[in-house]
């Protein structure tokens, strides 16, 4: 095909483009309402002062949570609005199909618009427009239009502000490039991306397609953009002398030397689209493959040169007339398709980034609910192990203090003793309680530690009695044996000056027990008189008391009653700290599940 037909057929397709712009007002609305729904939700969710005063490291998560959360609610109102203004510019062009040309700063964007518009078809007109900073449209005159309808650019070959032409049904946008003068620029550029319907991707074949111009196309491909990248400027300047013989130079030289702008050879340009192409289908997968629609290198000089000097040969090699049939084929058979789509894409892309935007998403966030359960129940693991640690020392410490005061426990001192003990053992227990609360809750509160309720002292100890079986004769015997006994060595007491004693019976005499050596023989005349009283009889005697049973009893009842009192205030800490900040995070979590699973559906039904 020639070369001026390429061109010809480009033109005439723009005079036949019809499109229209889909009207996606209610799907943005219902969308906008979960937004709003999901943030009145969560303000709603708070730590109180008490819980936030229990752990420093919980509440530290806690907060990072909300913040996280208004941060990325923030970031989705701002997109939405974003998304408005985007609109509002697809509405101002809402018949046109939205070209956007998209890159680095002197990759030739406004030099390949000026060509586009300038060689138009005869009766076509372009109809130039600016938007500002603020993303006010702005019309431009006759003088600023220039007398060449060409953009105006500075000395940096980059548009000052969003620009650009309608022409026929196309809309051709210029944009600030990346690295220009001000973020500004930069910013207001990605805003309008959304809002195009196609986008050129120019990257300089002095260094195409670096770093950070393969990070910006992963993006747009995220905004679900097809696209065409260009190696622009793929020309090359070389040198010959001229033989004009003047030492200032002629027209056609300077000094002698003439320098002539060409096209970079074949070999040169295949291998830097390979290398493009290479680095570009790195950062896409199977899903975003169709988004790349071709990969060439174009020079737009030195196509207006070989124009100027009807050079069909040097314009073919500029490969212009290739990038005419990629926009030919792009208006003719995708144009109404991608104008329809553009704003559904758009929608969904906001959606998949609310969803799973690696700063500001739904996914975050439940990434930061996750590791503040996983924080808690670390936490709680911890408070376990340290109340199995203290149950082992309740009952370490209760025996401890027992032992160390049974040897001076009587009948006279027991129940002030057996209060010492606790107050001892409660100090003890209570400080290791109070020192493992700490280590987890960081703030404590040792009014928690009740031991006194419960308490008891109904220990006694007693005499223990046993019951001794004897004949009566011989416990007759027995009795009045000592009886006589007794009697006689009083008697010889008597005569020796001993103290005086005071018989109180028969059990006297008998607990007496030891018989005077001048009263054996009173003793056996009573035992014989004793004999022929009666046959058979018992007596109790005394063997011992019921302490160490006691002590056994009260250190048994103290074991349990600490553990158990041990348990309650553990017990207690789970219900006044960890339960609530499970039912926080339980709340969070299930409006960020109702969220996600509202998003998804939204999704499906695009």
């Keep these: 095909m020639h070369s001026t037909e390429t061109m010809s057929n480009f033109y005439n397709e723009l005079d036949k483009l019809k499109v229209i712009n889909s009207n996606l007002d209610n799907k943005r609305e219902i969308l906008s309402g979960f937004v709003s729904e999901l943030k009145k939700e969560l303000c709603n969710i708070a730590l109180d002062d008490d819980l936030r005063k229990t752990n420093k490291d919980l509440s530290r998560m806690f907060d990072e949570i909300v913040s996280l959360s208004q941060d990325s609610i923030d970031d989705w109102e701002d997109k939405f609005k974003q998304m408005l203004a985007q609109e509002k510019f697809r509405s101002d062009l809402a018949n046109h199909f939205i070209v956007m040309i998209f890159g680095r700063v002197k990759a030739g964007k406004s030099y390949l618009g000026n060509f586009i518009a300038k060689h138009r078809a005869k009766g076509q007109k372009a109809e130039f427009f600016r938007y500002d900073e603020a993303g006010q449209k702005e019309k431009i005159n006759k003088l600023e239009e220039l007398d060449e309808e060409e953009f105006k650019t500075n000395n940096l070959e980059c548009t000052s502000s969003i620009q650009g032409f309608k022409l026929s049904g196309l809309a051709w946008i210029d944009t600030p490039g990346l690295g220009s003068m001000t973020a500004e620029n930069g910013k207001l550029a990605k805003e309008y ?25 992963g993006k747009i491909f995220d905004m679900n953009k097809k696209v065409t990248a260009l190696i622009t400027k793929s020309d090359t300047t070389i040198e010959d002398e001229c033989g004009c013989g003047s030492e200032d130079g002629c027209e056609k030289c300077n000094k002698g030397i003439i320098k002539t702008l060409v096209n970079k050879t074949n070999a040169v340009r295949s291998g830097q689209e390979e290398w493009a192409k290479s680095e570009i289908a790195k950062i896409l997968d199977k ?53 329809q789509e553009a704003p559904y894409d758009g929608l969904k892309a906001l959606v998949v980034s609310i969803l799973n935007d690696k700063e500001y998403s739904i996914s975050n966030i439940q990434s930061k609910v996750k590791e503040f359960k996983e924080e808690m129940i670390n936490i709680k693991k911890r408070l376990e192990i340290l109340k199995s640690n203290c149950l082992s020392d309740v009952s370490s410490l209760v025996q401890s203090e027992v032992a160390k005061n049974s040897s ?199």
Excluded: C
Aim: proline residues 2%.
């Design 193 to 217: 991306i959304q809002a195009a319907d196609y986008i050129l991707y120019p990257s300089s074949s002095g260094a195409p397609f670096q770093r950070d111009e393969i990070e910006e196309l």
């Design 287 to 339: 899903n975003k493959e169709q988004m790349l629609s071709e990969i060439f290198s174009l020079s737009a000089k030195t196509a207006e040169t070989a124009i100027e000097n009807k050079d069909d040969i040097a314009f073919n090699d500029s490969n212009l007339p290739k990038l005419y049939e990629e926009l030919t084929k792009i208006v003719k058979n995708k144009a109404i398709k991608l104008k």
């Design 408 to 606: 001076s426990i009587d009948k006279g001192n027991l129940k002030i003793k057996l209060e010492q003990i606790d107050q001892d053992i409660q100090a003890q227990i209570g400080n290791i309680i109070e020192q493992n609360m700490k280590e987890v809750v960081r703030i404590y509160n040792n009014s928690l530690v009740n031991f006194t309720e419960g308490l008891g002292y109904e220990f006694n100890i007693e005499d223990k009695m046993q019951s001794v079986s004897l004949p009566t004769k011989k416990l007759n015997k027995a009795i009045w044996g000592s009886i006589l006994g007794a009697i006689a060595t009083i008697g010889a007491g008597f005569a020796t000056g001993g103290a005086s004693l005071a018989i109180q019976g028969a059990a006297a005499a008998l607990q007496l027990g030891a018989v005077a050596a001048a009263g054996l023989g009173a003793s056996y005349i009573g035992g014989k008189i004793g004999e022929s009283v009666s046959e058979d009889g018992t007596k109790n005697v005394k063997v011992g008391d019921n302490k160490e049973e006691v002590i056994s009893n009260f250190m048994s009842s103290r074991i349990n009653h600490y553990a158990n009192a041990t348990n309650k205030i553990y017990a207690a800490t789970q219900d006044r700290v960890f339960i609530p900040l499970e039912n926080v995070s339980a709340d969070i979590e299930d409006k960020l599940v109702k969220f996600n699973e509202k998003l998804n559906k939204f999704l499906k039904e695009l």
